[in-house]
């Protein structure tokens, strides 16, 4: 079946980095773009951007273009998150979506403490 | 970008009951609208995409209806399984833009 299996939760420090992956299962990963979604503690969902899963070109929101980053792995049909220079701001619930077929991970929470 | 204002922000609902959902966009969003709810603790799931069209497997209760800026979902008949909160996402230009949430609960 159709599955998007992200990463465990992560502990980090301000100032650290980190990578989260979302693997896709079931499906042709190329046939469809990568969305990321953020969710913080008690709020609403917001839409971070979305990868090209062909040519691999982000598209970044805004509030994501300096320090997010969306990768891919083709060959291992895997998406990836990264964040640079963590604040306490970016403790939130990253989800992975593939909007257009209503396919989601089950949302990593990453948690920035000092 | 394209504000999405969402009403109310929470809403409770007796059993059986109707209730609606309004977005509106800050312009005219050519229908490109979804609703998910949301239930805690887990992921969005889709009930209605481009304004109007039910999503495969979604009770028939929910529907939705909409053009233009103002955007509705409706629920005909509260069951206990709904409660969770409701979301909005417009997907005409980018960068899609969620609405701020209806959080519905049992009355």
């Known amino acids: 079946q159709i599955q998007l299996v992200q990463s465990g939760p992560e502990l980090k420090k301000p100032g650290e980095s980190v990578k989260i992956s979302c693997k896709a299962s079931?499906?042709?990963?190329?046939?469809?773009?990568m969305n990321w979604v953020k969710q913080a503690p008690g709020n609403g969902l917001k839409w971070m951007g979305w990868i090209n899963t062909q040519t691999g070109k982000p598209t970044y929101a805004d509030d994501f273009k300096q320090r997010f980053v969306f990768s891919l792995e083709t060959s291992a049909s895997t998406a990836y998150l990264q964040i640079n220079n963590l604040n306490i701001e970016d403790t939130a619930t990253y989800f992975c979506?593939?909007?257009?077929?209503?396919?989601w991970g089950q949302g990593v929470m990453v948690t920035v403490s000092s | 970008d394209i504000q999405m204002t969402q009403s109310p922000p929470s809403l409770s609902a007796s059993l059986g009951e109707t209730v609606s959902i309004e977005c509106r966009a800050s312009e005219d969003i050519y229908s490109n609208l979804a609703w998910y709810q949301q239930k805690s603790g887990k992921s969005p799931q889709l009930l209605i995409y481009y304004a109007s069209s039910l999503q495969d497997g979604v009770p028939s209760r929910f529907s939705g209806s909409g053009s233009g800026t103002q955007y509705s979902l409706k629920i005909s008949g509260m069951q206990p399984e709904d409660e969770g909160v409701y979301y909005c996402?417009?997907?005409?230009?980018?960068?899609?833009?969620f609405g701020a949430g209806t959080k519905l609960e049992l009355k």
């Open positions: 979506t593939v909007l257009r077929e209503d396919y």
């Open positions: 079931g499906y042709t990963f190329t046939d469809y773009a």
């Open positions: 996402l417009q997907g005409s230009k980018y960068p899609y833009t």
